[in-house]
């Protein structure tokens, strides 16, 4: 926002508004003078990228988020944001190249870790996906939270090592998980904080469907 010139301000929030209300067409009606302009082009960029991930329209979005790494963009929203949408491609080697991406940047990033272990279950690689899991709830305990109901992990979930970690993992409460489903225009504004989205329902069953049919 520091870099908006004083009457696009408004547009801006405007726009924001808009997605915040689950409109993405009409937040996309009136990006044209933020892009036009040089000053507004990244935020620009960035609020389009919201409206096609809330739209689905991932090819669209990953074209916006190659504009931004040019730019210098926030590389961890971008790495987190991209592999959100190659899983849905799907291209799930690409999202597992973006949190490797993000790790190398920062081997502590508990979501990086998190992320990782979801997209190599997804992957069948199970030895990897546990290690990374474990690493994750080891630097933020909050994590163990989502090892009961998130179904990317369903593959391992026989493991005892699994077992264990959720031996030690409390239930998450249900008005928690609600709320943590509601905000995940929050999360792409800000970073994602957990791979969860109460508009994607249709393609978390569509991975449940997928690992049912051994992929």
Not at 92 to 100: D, T
Not at 129 to 138: F, P, R, T, W
């Amino acid at each position: 926002m520091d870099k908006t010139p004083e009457h696009l301000q408004r547009l801006v929030a405007e726009v924001d508004g808009w997605l915040d209300l689950r409109c993405p067409e009409r937040a996309i009606e009136r990006l044209d003078p933020l892009l036009a302009d040089p000053r507004t082009e990244e935020v620009a960029l960035t609020l389009r990228v919201r409206a096609f991930v809330s739209q689905k329209r991932h090819d669209e979005a990953l074209g916006d988020i190659a504009a931004l790494r040019v730019r210098n963009h926030d590389p961890e929203w971008l790495d987190l944001t991209e592999a959100w949408c190659r899983k849905r491609l799907p291209d799930l080697r690409g999202s597992i190249r973006c949190m490797e991406q993000l790790l190398q940047r920062d081997a502590k990033s508990a979501i990086g870790h998190f992320n990782l272990g979801c997209y190599l279950a997804l992957a069948g690689e199970h030895e990897r996906a546990l290690d990374e899991v474990a690493i994750a709830c080891g630097i933020d305990a909050s994590f163990r939270e989502m090892l009961h109901d998130e179904p990317d992990l369903n593959s391992i979930r026989g493991d005892e090592r699994f077992a264990a970690m959720m031996a030690r993992a409390p239930a998450q409460d249900p008005a928690e998980r609600a709320a943590e489903e509601d905000a995940f225009e929050e999360d792409l504004a800000e970073g994602f904080e957990v791979d969860l989205d109460e508009e994607d329902e249709e393609d978390e069953e569509d991975d449940e469907e997928e690992q049912a049919g051994g992929s």
